[in-house]
């Protein structure tokens, strides 16, 4: 009832299991395959079948119904009557790979187990020439040495396609007639058969000297004979670890179309937010989708990558950083990057972010499927542009820069690289000025949003020139956000040209700007108020919106307001946009007295 998506998904997998317990049920479900609208989708949808009853001609016409069924449970005649046995010659319309015989119930022989066990003992020698495993669930008093069993075991022996046979018993007595008989058996079978023998932790067996027959002493009751799923607490309810598995496999199927309507690009976000909203569906919704979504590990040598395999391989979205120092950079990174198949956002440092060239035809299929790519601790050797070039689906890209060295760039050559696809770029750490040369030979075509969080020496503030804006916004010829975040002593004067810029976020340019009673001769409140005037965006013809997110909230107060707010009243009028703080409320110009007028003259001759 969710959606049609699911139910195109969990409807194969709601029938791929069908538990007939009672003649009802059994034509019930014989007149839904019979059906036009529902009888394709059964037929092709039913893999196991369980038979805990004989239903006379109805289960004659399932089996003869479902071709791909590949597990069958079935259990010996309960009744006496013969009339039963028009069930029976279905086993040849069905050719599994699995089959479980349960003779846990039973105490007492009837006629009708004959006829059961020669028509069994049939089908295994001229059907099922698939049966890959037989399983035989004893009780504790049916002798299968002694009833008309024999032939099915003799049946089994000889089969060509069988390679597994399981016995299981109940808590106390062992048939060793049946575990003797078998391996005597398998001894001169060909090819090589392999017998497991299940018993209770209590049980006595006869030790077996044949090397292909396994003993696995376990505590069995009768309701994990039956394969009846064992129950688990979940918050205070009593969840079946059987439906989690289900669910688990809808979730898998439904997140595995989801995303196959995106592209890689997009991919992992648009898998966050869909599981996001599977989590509200229920508490085992929760559960099941708390295992498959993302979460981020570090990987520092080989050791450590396969204690980490395991519990991560399934994940949807998968986080990984490569960025401790290692002997052996070169195996690490492709031994992590085959390992998972599921990496959608990768963080390297400078050591490994240049082996990738090395290493990047044995990797092509697992760079595809990476979305954001961080680059981290860059130092003197890089910025690694070409790095950056060897994943075909990057949607987002950060640079963290460390601390410069200029000796370590002089002299190093310029070449011009081209980045498509990528869609944000993050910078972050110590600008200087061979770095943003080495930038400036880039052109990043696709991207639209641009963020600077900006460390720089005071003396060296390249970022902030005029000209150095210039240069920048000519590599990205598609910008359409410039996000700057950095203390307001750093900020630069926003300068140069661009005809796609439609928004600039400022982050801390106006925090506490209005709380003149906490710092009213305050140095930093002028600096801010020098910073906010010096705002210049004649280059942006297509700005349209200016975001202050160090204003939580804007002052109603004159007194507030009197010595900054003409200075966003100008940036209104005289460029037309709209400004915005954190909360995206807009500001709004109010109409001014003479006196205000007179007031913002003097300020602004002052400033001058």
């Known amino acids: ?235 205070g309810r009593k969840f079946v670890l059987g439906n989690q598995k289900f669910l688990e496999k809808i979730l898998n199927n439904e997140l595995s179309s989801y995303a196959e309507q995106f592209e890689a690009w997009e991919r992992s976000k648009m898998l966050q937010k869909r599981l996001c909203e599977l989590m509200l569906v229920s508490s085992a919704f929760k559960r099941c989708c708390q295992r498959l979504k993302g979460s981020k590990i570090n990987v520092s040598d080989i050791r450590g990558l396969e204690t980490l395999l395991p519990p991560h391989k399934d994940r949807f979205v998968l986080k990984v950083e490569l960025i401790n120092e290692s002997t052996d950079v070169d195996n690490l990174l492709l031994s992590t990057l085959m390992s998972f198949t599921n990496i959608t956002e990768l963080t390297l440092s400078s050591a490994y972010s240049h082996r990738l060239s090395l290493c990047h035809n044995l990797i092509t299929d697992r760079l595809g499927q990476i979305s954001r790519l961080v680059l981290d601790s860059l130092n003197l050797n890089d910025p690694c542009f070409h790095a950056i070039q060897l994943f075909p689906s990057l949607y987002s890209v950060e640079l963290r820069y460390g601390r410069y060295d200029e000796n370590g760039y002089r002299n190093r050559p310029d ?54 804006y210039q240069k920048l916004f000519s590599i990205f010829p598609s910008l359409l956000v410039l996000h700057v975040n950095s203390s307001a002593e750093l900020l630069p004067c926003i300068s140069g040209g661009s005809n796609t810029l439609a928004k600039i976020i400022i982050e801390t340019m106006f925090k506490d700007l209005y709380r003149i009673n906490h710092f009213r001769n305050d140095e930093r409140r002028q600096f801010m108020i020098a910073d906010l005037n010096r705002l210049n965006f004649i280059g942006f013809p297509a700005l349209r919106e200016l975001q202050l997110l160090g204003a939580g909230k804007w002052p109603w107060r004159d007194r507030d307001r009197k010595d900054w707010s003409h200075i966003i009243d100008g940036l209104v009028e005289k460029y037309g946009i709209k400004v915005y703080n954190s909360e995206k409320e807009e500001w709004r110009v109010r109409f001014k007295s003479r006196t205000q007028l007179k007031q913002i003259e003097k300020i602004k001759s002052a400033t001058k």
């Not at 930038?439 to 970022?463: G, P």
Request: proline share 3%; net charge positive.
């Open 415 to 468: 070449v011009d690289v081209t980045i498509p696809y990528l869609r944000n770029l993050f910078i972050t750490g110590y600008i200087h000025p061979f770095r943003l040369n080495s930038l400036l030979n880039c052109t990043f075509s696709h991207v639209t949003y641009l963020m600077l969080t900006m460390t720089s020496d005071r003396r060296k503030r390249v970022l902030l020139r005029r000209e150095g």
């Open 1 to 235: 009832m969710v959606c049609k998506t699911w139910l195109r998904i969990a409807t194969p997998l709601l029938y791929e299991c069908v538990v007939l317990r009672t003649r009802a049920q059994a034509e019930a479900f014989y007149n839904a395959v019979k059906d036009k609208k529902t009888g394709d989708v059964l037929i092709s949808s039913v893999r196991r079948i369980r038979l805990e009853d004989h239903f006379g001609l109805s289960t004659k016409q399932v089996f003869k119904s479902l071709p791909n069924l590949s597990e069958l449970f079935i259990t010996t005649p309960a009744a006496r009557d013969e009339t039963i046995k028009s069930s029976f010659p279905g086993f040849r319309h069905v050719n599994p790979k699995r089959v479980i015989l349960d003779m846990t119930e039973e105490e007492l022989y009837f006629k009708s187990h004959r006829i059961f066990a020669t028509l069994l003992e049939e089908a295994i020698k001229e059907s099922w020439n698939e049966l890959d495993s037989f399983e035989v669930l004893l009780s504790e008093g049916y002798n299968a040495m002694r009833c008309p069993f024999r032939g099915v075991y003799s049946a089994l022996v000889e089969s060509a396609s069988l390679r597994k046979v399981v016995i299981k018993e109940g808590k106390k007595k062992h048939r060793d007639d049946v575990l003797e008989y078998f391996a005597n058996q398998f001894s001169r079978s060909e090819p090589r058969k392999i017998l497991d023998i299940v018993i209770g932790s209590d049980s006595d067996v006869r030790a077996s000297t044949h090397d292909f027959v396994n003993i696995i002493r376990n505590q069995i009751d009768l309701g994990e004979n039956l394969n009846k799923p064992k129950s688990n607490a979940l918050n």
